[in-house]
């Protein structure tokens, strides 16, 4: 497991290849219950992970159920690795989406009331649902690099957590969502030279649902 919760923005390139080379072989299916608002946003179960990209998780518990990638581009080069010539990022997503404990089926119905029963994300250990709002990443033949300016940049991450399946949002050992705003990592082939973020905020909260103040 990692160790700190930055490291799943360092390594959201991971995750990114994961749901776009699903979505490449079983491109998300635009049946009427997934029409509507949800439209672009493109949802990939861990059934469909490609065995050799799993590999690249030193803990198997780090890979998701399910991610969810909304307006998702990237550059590949002919060897399909993340890499550009240009001052463009290799990945430019405006939301990527990490959950556990939960299936695509239930992402979708969370959204729509209504729609039946859904689980909601779960997970012992680690955040059981990660979004990362307007990322960007920037790689060199897969490493990450980037001569000029931040390599990752990452406008929110929000980070939740839920260790019981009969509560929506709850931690034994510490607040059950933490939000990190303007994250930014400068990378040399690989090497980080510097990392940092604006803002960081903690939501505390009691088993039976009740908020507590962040001190």
């Known amino acids: 497991m990692y160790e700190s919760i930055l ?3 360092a390594t959201a390139d991971r995750f990114y290849r994961l749901w776009m080379v699903a979505e490449m072989q079983h491109p998300t299916p635009q049946a009427p219950n997934f029409s509507g608002p949800n439209f672009a946003n493109l949802s990939q179960p861990r059934a469909e992970w490609f065995p050799q990209l799993v ?8 890979v998701p159920s ?4 909304s307006d998702g581009k990237h550059n590949l080069d002919s060897d399909m690795r993340f890499h550009t010539g240009n001052k ?6 405006l939301k990527l ?16 009331s209504g729609r039946g029963s859904f689980k909601l994300p779960m997970r012992v250990s680690g955040p059981a649902h990660i979004s990362l709002d307007g990322l960007k990443m920037w790689h060199h033949q897969d490493t990450l690099h980037r001569r000029r300016g931040d390599a990752i940049i990452c406008d929110q991450a929000t980070f939740s957590w839920n260790t019981k399946r009969t509560t929506k949002a709850f931690r034994e050992s510490g607040p059950f969502q933490i939000i990190i705003k303007g994250f930014r990592a400068a990378y040399n082939m690989g090497v980080s030279t510097s990392a940092s973020y604006a803002h960081l905020g903690v939501s505390w909260g009691t088993e039976n649902g009740i908020r507590l103040g962040e001190e």
């Open 55 to 62: 590999e690249q998780f030193e803990d198997v518990r780090l």
């Open 7 to 9: 490291e799943y923005i």
């Open 88 to 93: 463009k990022p290799t990945i430019d997503c």
């Open 66 to 69: 399910v991610i969810r990638g």
């Open 97 to 112: 989406e990490l959950f556990w404990g939960c299936e695509r089926e239930d992402v979708f119905r969370k959204q729509k």
